[in-house]
């Protein structure tokens, strides 16, 4: 008991959340309203597009890439569908154009997956350049109007609740959207955890070569990631679209480092190989409360981009330092049990 106390206490989730509610208490003190349904309400739909992605791009980080291209992906393929459905006057159901957005981003995600993977370039440098030729091509070709004026079916699905509360000053309610976050959150989890196809992720992620010694598909894998990632960012594009009852090809570019952030904050290695689902969930919690509600504490609009950055910087620094200190102990691991085994160590 004690023993799994003291490693809860040591993990990265555990400073994470106690910086959650470090933040939540200073913003509670200083605007008691931030206590109340209502707000946990606006937050939860705050986080559901971000959050979609936050766990999709996880993947990538663990096996050891860094997906640049998501937002990219999320906007082109919003735009081209929420274009095409408004051209012809689309009036049956929702699940069409969400299927639609959903098979344009796999294509996308694909397309990156097998460059990656057959080429062994790094995912950075790919996805960098993809995410500049997908939203070129495709403003390009289909113009930047923004759709002002969604088919009547995802006008409605924007106002559809999964929760709805009546109180006397506000009247809250949990969009039904939620559901595909719950989702995502929940697929990746089991691919994580259950599956031998979450432990080629993590292998590939501590050490390609050996993943693939131990008989991991490494390049089948690797596809899978980003395709992925493709499906995730088109879901999380036309849930966007539908929450601002809008679609501007310029929406969510530029919010990657955000969404990577997230993600980092919550404990997974920006090297690769080591995350969780739950460390992931408290990363968003800290970064959407902190740019949802600053302003409930008097930080001016101007100012919140600084202090998100702060919060940033401390947190991805505490991460690092613990994972640096865990690097430095496993020498002296070592050590101990070649000493106690009779052997030596070779140093340097």
């Not at 509610?21 to 597009?49: D, E």
């Not at 969400?98 to 950075?124: D, R």
């Not at 350049?129 to 006008?155: D, K, S």
Request: charged residues 10%; glycine residues 12%.
């Amino acid at each position: 008991m004690k023993t799994a106390l003291t490693k809860a206490v040591r993990s990265n989730e555990f400073y994470v959340a106690l910086a959650v509610v470090i933040l939540c208490l200073i913003i509670g003190m200083r605007n008691p309203a931030f206590f109340t349904i209502h707000t946990a309400f606006n937050l939860t739909r705050a986080a559901v597009v971000p959050g979609i992605m936050v766990f999709a791009v996880m993947l990538g980080i663990i096996a050891g890439g860094i997906d640049v291209s998501f937002p990219a992906i999320a906007v082109s393929s919003m735009f081209l569908t929420s274009r095409f459905f408004e051209s012809i006057e689309f009036t049956g159901p929702v699940i069409l154009p969400i299927l639609m957005s959903i098979a344009i981003g796999t294509a996308l995600g694909l397309f990156n997956g097998v460059i990656i993977a057959f080429f062994k370039l790094p995912a950075f440098i790919v996805t960098l350049g993809t995410a500049h030729l997908f939203h070129g091509v495709f403003v390009w070709l289909i113009g930047a109007r923004p759709v002002h004026r969604l088919p009547p079916p995802m006008e409605d699905m924007s106002r559809a609740e999964l929760i709805r509360i009546t109180g006397e000053v506000h009247v809250s309610s949990v969009p039904v959207t939620v559901l595909f976050l719950l989702g995502i959150i929940a697929v990746v989890y089991f691919i994580l955890n259950y599956t031998m196809l979450g432990r080629g992720i993590y292998a590939i992620g501590g050490d390609r070569v050996s993943a693939e010694r131990a008989g991991f598909s490494v390049k089948g894998i690797t596809i899978f990631v980003y395709a992925f990632i493709g499906f995730a960012s088109g879901l999380a594009g036309i849930l966007h679209t539908i929450h601002s009852r809008l679609s501007i090809p310029t929406d969510l570019i530029g919010s990657e480092l955000l969404i990577i952030a997230a993600a980092v904050l919550g404990g997974t290695h920006i090297g690769g190989g080591r995350g969780t689902v739950l460390g992931s969930i408290l990363g968003l919690a800290l970064i959407t409360i902190a740019r949802n509600n600053l302003v409930m504490m008097g930080v001016p609009s101007t100012a919140q981009t600084l202090v998100v950055g702060v919060i940033i910087v401390i947190g991805t620094g505490i991460s690092a330092y613990q994972a640096m200190k865990k690097a430095n102990k496993l020498p002296r691991i070592l050590e101990k049990t070649a000493d106690a085994g009779g052997g030596t160590v070779a140093k340097g």
